[in-house]
């Protein structure tokens, strides 16, 4: 059996938490501490996957992200190459749709931290920033295990966004999910199965492992 799907699906989930992580721990903090009347809104936004279909968030990245997109155009100009049909397209897209799995868990425990920890860290002479790095993130660091795992387990499984986006290229867009998909579709049914048991495995135990971690039941909220 070709493992190379396998590969991709954890190269693609590996990069996109890392993105994810980085990019998404100001903003759940924004949303958890922040008083701004762009707060709920911006949170609807980020929730937005949740309650989208898959192929619906694909094919507006296929057209953000085409030769002609507002995106992909600027980038086929400077790098030559398209952001369609690529790994660097799965990453832009799955950073999108898992967004909620990762920025939900770290806004809901950044909110647990509440103000006050903060407040006696500054009375202390601590700078906003440190107290967000020393004080903020160790104590919501089951709120990082939590996103991570989520946003992990998430971009494995990814199937319609990603088929619209990148296609089906041996070696380089043919994630797991979609290797399961045509492996079906050709009565490959042994392959299939393997893989199937595979995700299925390992998301149960990522699961088991956060309820466990956090004793008592997780997950993502609209």
Known sequence: MNLTPVWISLQLASVTVAVLL???TPLAW???????RWRVPVDALVALPLVLPPTVL???MLILLGPDGPVG???LAVTGNTLTFSFTGLVITSVLYSLPF???PLRDAFSSVGGRPLETAAMLGASPRDAFLT???PLARRGFVTAGVLGFAHTLGEFGAILMVGGSIPGETRAVAIAIFE???TLEYGAAHALSAGLL???FVALLGIYTLNGRRVGVSV
Do not use: K, T
């Open 30 to 36: 924004w949303l958890a501490m922040g008083r701004s």
């Open 135 to 137: 004080i903020a993130c």
């Open 73 to 75: 155009g600027p980038w």
């Open 102 to 104: 990762v920025v939900q």
């Open 22 to 24: 980085v990019l998404g």
């Open 183 to 185: 492996h079906v579709e």
């Open 201 to 203: 495995v390992f998301s």
């Open 58 to 60: 694909g094919f507006y």
